[in-house]
């Protein structure tokens, strides 16, 4: 057992240290973290004081009890790493050196915990605001008392932060520096390199693969970041001899890719603020060179950390958002980023809405819906009325010259979610069929109060039909009256209407039912359209409890000689998932009554709890064979593929790939089984990628099986017996 806890513990520690490196460029790709590391060590001695900084800082905190997943993303040592690796540029080794190098990394520390919890409460990143006050102190401390011991190395890279002139940043990478790709390029590598205090075309090439496999997105905004620095120096001759390559590096081409592609969703709006921030990051890097000269101190990545806070505070304090939308969940990946969110756009609407289900039992058919040309109209024509027909589409039988001969009379009506009666009328008389009463014009009506500012109202109800008076409290699905024909009504049918005000006749408001069964099948959180015939879900009780999983829920998933231990939590924010304790893939879910489904998947693909999550993408709580389920997965495929990687690049603009899941259930023999594909199109050709089945045996589920491109995995799902 202490031998498993040292291993995960040296596998946390890991970690933690690659991600101190990914996270320079808004990352934790393992492979962008080596390449970081490699490029470091480019300058030995940077390289190791940078590493030293990283490994004592994230002992440090972990020591201390800070925050775990801070500690795990490196958000608490990569200024400590920008430290080490500065000191090592600029200070030869002594005893000073690393005596002085550990009073600094401390302090880095901890000026980047207290501003990390001070910038948090605004929803503001620290950027290397910790790292420029550190050093900062520092030069003013070494340039200010001889006795501090440090040896200051031949190197002009200070030089270049303030005036922007060209270095090298020591004789071993001028030797390393004999490849050319032309100016430019040699530009942009060297201005990639000086990230890290570099000016280094081999470095730079390094950290431009790793950007590359990281992230499409990230590289092609570092491109735009460094053409829109070197067009606009161009234009305005700002420096005739060019631009400093540190200043292209860590101030110009990073906003790009802040403002563009991580702290705002991709889109072209996001990369036309990139483009507008660079000219502002022109202004700040003249200006604080100027201010800071006076006390001769460089100015670092200063202008890159000022516009990035001041532009994300800009957009958080906006009332209408619009378009233009900040990463509400940070995955470390403007593209997860941005097929995440797309994605939830597209299918979480329940977390938009409250929950309404149909107002009756039944089939009915939509007889006017919102705009329709005889009653709903301007304020309010955001309403639906509904009648029961037959099969020859009547609404009545005999001669239809009495209420009771329309089949919707004196049917049962049902609250459409939780809620409190508002306001009852139950006394006006039912209307002889043809006439209307327009002094009453609702006739009987009940208003529930479901939340504050939102109402629902059913109205032409039958007389004394409402056992509800106000003040009572309904749960979805209670009757509420019977269907009638009272008010502006000339025969029997239901008016409904959502609105934000209690008021018998207040405006409607357009609102979305949940879940129901039309014509084209199922809809969920959708309005019905006129003509439509409507029926709730038939939820199936068995599937219901199968998928009911309360915090504490346990299962073991078997296949073969591979198992993995699954237990259900909830986060911080009351946020429901299940982990693999194994391989701690985790994955998040709702299950709001009607229907199961994952939100989000996070860790190792090869999990059996992937494959579960892929297979069990939604479910709907129904065994109705003829319903289909139909879902979109978010564009995260495991493997990188050249044509994913091009639809990386133009996604911020248009998607031209996409991936479907479909669902549908019966019962076969005496268990529901759940058959479900996954389907990518790509420019409208589509093809079946994944097939699978789920078995529920009683009210539990038994097991499932999955065929991943000819890849067949068969798993048995158990709840007794697994500690």
């Known amino acids: 057992m202490s031998n498993n806890s040292s291993f995960k513990g040296l596998g946390r520690f890991v970690a933690a240290t690659l991600n101190s490196y990914a996270i320079l460029f808004f990352s934790q790709n393992r492979v962008l973290a080596v390449l970081l590391l490699i490029a470091s060590f480019l300058n030995p001695a940077a390289g190791l004081s940078g590493l030293v900084c990283v490994c004592a800082s994230v002992l440090l905190v972990n020591a201390l009890g800070h925050y775990k997943e801070s500690i795990q993303t490196g958000l608490y040592s990569f200024n400590s790493l920008l430290l080490g690796i500065g000191f090592g540029t600029f200070y030869h080794y002594n005893i000073a050196f690393w005596l002085w190098l550990a009073a600094a990394c401390l302090f880095t520390v901890t000026l980047t915990v207290v501003l990390t919890a001070w910038l948090g409460k605004y929803g503001l990143p620290v950027l290397s605001l910790p790292f420029i006050i550190s050093f900062w102190l520092l030069l003013v401390a070494a340039n200010g008392y001889e006795g501090m011991g440090l040896m200051q190395k031949e190197s002009s890279l200070l030089n270049e932060l303030y005036t922007g002139g060209d270095t090298y940043i020591s004789g071993f990478l001028a030797q390393l520096d004999k490849l050319s790709f032309g100016h430019y390029p040699d530009l942009f590598f060297r201005s990639l390199s000086s990230v890290f205090f570099q000016n280094s075309i081999i470095a730079g090439v390094i950290m431009s693969i790793g950007l590359f496999i990281h992230s499409r997105i990230g590289f092609s905004l570092l491109i735009i970041g460094f053409i829109t620095a070197c067009v606009f120096n161009q234009l305005t001759g700002m420096y005739p001899e060019g631009i400093s390559h540190y200043h292209l590096g860590a101030n110009f081409m990073m906003v790009a890719v802040a403002i563009g592609g991580f702290f705002l969703i991709p889109s072209w709006r996001s990369y036309l603020w990139a483009i507008v921030s660079v000219p502002v990051a022109f202004l700040l890097v003249n200006a604080f060179t100027r201010i800071l000269g006076v006390h001769n101190l460089p100015i670092f990545s200063l202008p890159f950390c000022v516009l990035t806070i001041t532009l994300l505070y800009f957009f958080m304090l906006r009332t209408n958002p619009g378009r233009l939308q900040l990463t509400p969940i940070q995955h470390y990946s403007p593209e997860i980023n941005l097929y995440q969110y797309l994605n939830n756009q597209a299918r979480l609407q329940e977390l938009q809405y409250i929950k309404l289900s149909l107002p009756f039992i039944g089939t009915w058919t939509v007889s006017q819906g919102y705009d329709g040309g005889i009653t709903h109209k301007d304020d309010w024509g955001k309403a639906l009325d509904f009648v029961v027909t037959d099969e020859d589409n009547q609404t009545f039988k005999n001669n239809g010259t009495r209420p009771e001969d329309f ?317």
């Not at 209690?502 to 408001?509: A, E």
């Not at 790509?682 to 589920?701: H, P, T, Y």
């Open 407 to 723: 089949y919707c009379y004196n049917k049962p009506v049902l609250a459409c979610a939780d809620g409190v009666i508002e306001d009852v009328v139950n006394h006006i008389e039912d209307n002889p069929i043809g006439h209307v009463n327009t002094g009453q014009n609702w006739g009987n009506t009940v208003v529930i109060k479901h939340v504050a500012g939102f109402y629902t109202k059913v109205s032409h109800l039958k007389q004394n039909s409402v056992k509800l008076k106000i003040g009572d409290y309904v749960k979805q699905g209670d009757v509420v009256g019977q269907c009638g024909n009272s008010g502006r009504s000339p025969e029997p049918h239901l008016h409904f209407q959502a609105q934000i005000t209690p008021f018998i006749g207040s405006k409607t408001l357009a609102y979305p039912f949940a879940y129901f069964v039309g014509k084209q099948g199922l809809h969920s959180f959708e309005t019905p359209v006129q003509g439509d015939e409507l029926r709730a879900v038939e939820v199936s009780t068995p599937m219901k409890q199968a998928f009911t999983w309360q915090p504490g829920y346990m299962a073991k998933i078997v296949a073969g000689s591979k198992s993995e231990t699954v237990e259900v939590f909830t986060d911080a924010y009351n946020h429901a998932y299940i982990c693999s304790k194994e391989t701690g893939a985790t994955a998040y879910f709702i299950n709001n009554g009607t229907s199961f489904y994952f939100t989000s998947f996070y860790g190792d693909h090869n999990s059996l709890l992937y494959y579960f999550y892929l297979a069990a993408y939604r479910v709907v709580f129904t065994a109705d064979e003829s319903i289909i389920v139909a879902d979109t997965y978010p564009l995260q495929l495991r493997t990188l593929q050249t044509g994913i990687w091009l639809h990386d690049v133009v996604a911020p603009f248009f998607q031209f790939i996409k991936r479907t899941y479909k669902s549908t259930a019966a019962y076969r023999q005496h268990e529901i089984v759940l058959t479900t594909t996954g389907i990518t199109e790509v420019m409208g050709n589509k093809r079946e990628n994944m097939q699978a089945s789920i078995s529920i045996s009683g009210s539990v589920l038994k097991d499932f099986s999955i065929n991943i491109k000819g890849q067949n995995t068969n798993a048995q799902w158990h709840t007794s017996n697994i500690y």
